[in-house]
C-alpha cells in the first residue's frame, strides 16, 4: 500500500519565480492538506482540499494557491518566490479522520 | 501566537528508562490531540492521539495524557529504545472539521544505548 507521495524532493528557484509541487495521498484518502516547515520549527498548514475545493485556509498570503485533481492527487503553487519561501513543504492526507498521514515532503530553497 | 507549545527542545534519556515529553496549549477549543515523530529526510508519522473526553490513552510503549484545565499533554514512552531517537511534535484540532492541525515546535529526543 503506497503512501503518500511528493514531488519533486528538492528544488532550487529563483526570487520572483513560481514553482508547483505535487502529492498524491495514500490510497483511501480523499482530504489532502499542505503544511510548510520552517527549519527548527514545526509544520505550519496552509490550506486544504476536499471533494476538489479548498476547504479550510492557513494564515498564508494568495500567492499560495492549490488545486485538487478528481483522483485526489493534488498541487501547491506558489507565485513569486520570496527567500523566506525556503522550507519543507509537507504534503498529509486523510479519510473522515483528524490523524493525518505525511509524506517525505518537498524541499524548497529561492535564492 | 504560538497556540500550542513544545518548551524543551531537547531531551536525553538512557535506554529502557522512561521518556517524558511535554506539551503546552493556550486554545480552549482544541478538543483532538496527536503526536508525530519525524526522522530526518521522512514526514512526521502519527504515533498516537487523544479526544478531549478522554484522559489517557495507550498504545504499547506509548501512552499520552491529557490535563485539560491545565492545558497541557504529555507522550510517555517506557521503555525508551535508541529507535525513538527523533522530533517529537504534538499537534491540535479544534474539532470544528477534520481540517488544520497546529503543531508546536517540536522537542529533539536522543535515546542513548
Known amino acids: 500500500d503506497a503512501g503518500v507521495t511528493q514531488s519533486p524532493t528538492h528544488l532550487i528557484k529563483t526570487r520572483g519565480q513560481q514553482v508547483t509541487l505535487r502529492c498524491s495521498p495514500k490510497?483511501?484518502?480523499?482530504?489532502v492538506s499542505w503544511y510548510q516547515q520552517a527549519l527548527g520549527q514545526g509544520p505550519q498548514f496552509i490550506f486544504q482540499y476536499y471533494e476538489e475545493e479548498e476547504r479550510q485556509r492557513g494564515n498564508f498570503p494568495d500567492r499560495f494557491s492549490g488545486h485538487q485533481f478528481p483522483n485526489y492527487s493534488s498541487e501547491l503553487n506558489v507565485n513569486a518566490l520570496l527567500l523566506g519561501d525556503s522550507a519543507l513543504y509537507l504534503c498529509a492526507s486523510s479519510f473522515f479522520s483528524y490523524e493525518q498521514y505525511f509524506g517525505p515532503g518537498t524541499r524548497l530553497t529561492v535564492t | 501566537d504560538q497556540q500550542v507549545k513544545q518548551n524543551s527542545p531537547s531531551l536525553s534519556v538512557q535506554e529502557g528508562r522512561i521518556s517524558i515529553l511535554n506539551c503546552d496549549y493556550t486554545?480552549?477549543?482544541?478538543?483532538?490531540f496527536l503526536w508525530y515523530k519525524k526522522y530526518p529526510a521522512e514526514g512526521p508519522t502519527f504515533l498516537i492521539s487523544i479526544s478531549s473526553i478522554k484522559d489517557k490513552n495507550e498504545d504499547g510503549r506509548f501512552t499520552v495524557f491529557l490535563n485539560k484545565s491545565a492545558k497541557h499533554l504529555s507522550l510517555h514512552i517506557v521503555p525508551s529504545q535508541p529507535g525513538d531517537s527523533a522530533v517529537y511534535f504534538c499537534?491540535?484540532?479544534?474539532?470544528?472539521?477534520?481540517?488544520?492541525?497546529?503543531f508546536g515546535q517540536g522537542t529533539i529526543l536522543t535515546v542513548h544505548p
Open positions: 486554545n480552549s477549543m482544541f478538543d483532538y
Open positions: 499537534a491540535a484540532n479544534d474539532g470544528t472539521s477534520y481540517g488544520k492541525l497546529t
Open positions: 490510497s483511501g484518502h480523499d482530504t
